[in-house]
């Protein structure tokens, strides 16, 4: 368990230095955080927060103090529990980030907790408990963590399996840093803080005021937990981080000087009232000067001009900008095509209501049975598509080359409306609504961990069965289409042939897949955890399974079938056509419908991008969002940068949907 700590600690570190990395080199200037403490009615007693046996009174810990100071304020609360309040934009999040990040640095031993932030806007507190929640997240973000102490990397037999993770929820090894209780849904903010007093562990939770203050009104305080509220930025703190992240217009003047004058001269101007009120968080802030400070065309006194009547306007604007000038760089019809596709995913995240963005939950925007039609017609069009190509390289030689083409599209017609409409079928029964989750494995051809042959057996015989009941009902489909179209054979004749047919075929791609499987599972080892963090990783990860999964699949594809057709004396050259045919056509079928980097291709790669709400390059599109800033990184996902981005990229792509 140490050791899992530790190396948490160390994948955290290495992570968020990164991202913060890559925030200073986008805002060189520093805007300051500070706080003040929160009012008595946001808060519980204070004998509760500074852990007084009945009769002693309580002495409150000064808890005001600024961005270098939070770990220290946290630290003088007895109980280590603290609420960090604010309005929308006043820097929570980058609070938190510095929390975590100092708290690490500072850790002297593998006892220390590792924080770990946990974005709460997935969790459902009335049907997930909070450990389980902390857990399921710590298991998705950090693979590793998902094996049990004696099965790395398999994970979850149960709902209380003691994983990696859960032991490290389980003996306080972890301090959960929950940001955005505003951003669960106001039904269950009550349910939500209800959980969360039924526990007495140190964490952090970040809210705004508002809709913590509702949620405390209806249930009570977080227990033992103290309150701070981040003070909004000053005119003094404008002065000194506008100007200063600014090109020069004059030697000794920038663009925002006139700016800034007007507000000092003019505080009562109702410009300058909606223009400080605006640049009183962090976020605007950060907005403004991004749109204003650089490009010689824009010029931050538009922002005191009558063209914006209220407060509301002004944020509109810089909401607006903020995209367009990040990417204006780029030429203006993809420049223009950005915020379409960026609302998509906003608006992608809003119905499955999390902040998280998930590459394999992106195809999950398409409803049931559209996602279940796409996956058999790809499945199905690929498996056709080889079967009709490699038999027609030997149909060409024996029935001519129109009579040898027709015969083979027959069969490629067969096999894929077989396994276009199978896998399609089994794609819905067995995800339903919910997206296939990444193994959290990989293939080493060392060999894998002994524990994980254990799954050699089971792995074994759902191959044999699955693959004998593919080969039985794609070769009796067959038969049947080819009897019916090009001989006068009976039907029954033909169900009897292809019975024949069937059966020989599920001898052959029975022990393929099975072995397969097997073998696989005897060759997997657990993701790295130090190495697992980055959101696409597990992509690359899934990728290498898939393809891995696809050569044995056609190497055992082949030799059984040769075994089989050599012992009823079939020709060599038919034999590996049809070790070709099931390995490739079978494999990539299957590759591409059941499991997550094949849904991934199938619906996040061709579907979406075909019906022009996806990019095509879909991978290279968030590496560069998260490279301009418009994303951020969290574990294994994706995150907006702020979560009042998100909400206007979702409602600007709702009004243009509408419009159309």
Known sequence: MDDDADRLAKALRTQWRREEKRRKIRDQIALPVRWQAASDEVMDHWANICRCPAGDTPRPPVLAGQLDEIMQVHQRIPSRRLVVLGRAGSGKTTLALRFVLDLLAARSGPADPVPVIFSLASWNPTTTPLDRWLTGQLE??????????????????????????????????????????????????????????DTDIPLLLTSRRTEYAAAVKDARALTSAAAVELIDLALTDLDHCLPRGTRKTTPTSTAWDP?????????????????????????????????????????????????????????????????????????????????????????????????????????????????????????????GLVDALVLWSGFWQAYGLAPGLRKALLNGLAFGSTSGLGLGLVYGLRYGNEACTPSRVRVRLRGGRKEMRKEFAPRLAIG?????????????????????????????????????????????YGPAAGLTFALTAALEDPVDLETAVGPLDLLRTNRAMVLFHLLVFGLFTGIAGGVLYRLQQIEFFDWMLFGVVGGLGGGLAYGLSLTAWGQWVTLSRIWLPLTGQLPWTMRAFLEDAHRRGVLRQTGAVYQFRHARLQEHLAAEARASRTTR
């Open 140 to 197: 998705r973000d950090h693979p590793r963590l998902a094996g049990k102490r004696d099965r790395p990397g398999l994970a979850r037999s149960a709902p209380d399996a003691s994983t990696r993770a859960k032991e490290l929820i389980d003996h306080d090894r972890i301090l959960p840093v929950l940001d955005g209780f505003d951003e669960i849904p106001d039904c269950l903010r009550r349910p939500a803080l209800t959980e969360l007093n």
């Open 259 to 383: 700016v800034l004058k007007h507000l000092r001269k003019h505080p009562q101007h109702p410009a300058s009232v909606r223009l400080a009120a605006v640049l009183r968080t962090p976020l605007m802030v950060m907005l403004a000067r991004t749109i204003y400070s650089d490009a010689p065309d824009r010029d931050p006194w538009v922002l005191l001009t009558d063209e914006f009547s209220s407060t509301d306007d002004l944020e509109d604007h810089l909401l607006d900008d903020f995209v367009p000038t990040l990417y204006r760089d780029q030429a203006r019809a993809r420049r223009e095509r950005v915020p379409h596709r960026l609302g998509h995913l906003a608006q992608h995240l809003n119905r499955l209501g999390t902040r998280d963005l998930a590459w394999w939950q992106l195809g999950s925007t398409l409803p049931r049975w559209s996602r279940m039609c796409v996956i058999g017609l790809v499945a199905g069009l690929v498996f």
């Open 464 to 508: 044999l069965v699955g693959g004998f009941c593919f080969g039985f009902l794609a070769w009796l489909v067959d038969t049947l289409v080819i009897g019916l179209a090009e001989t006068e054979y009976g039907l029954m004749t033909l169900l009897a042939h292809g019975a024949e047919s069937g059966l020989r075929s599920g001898l052959v």
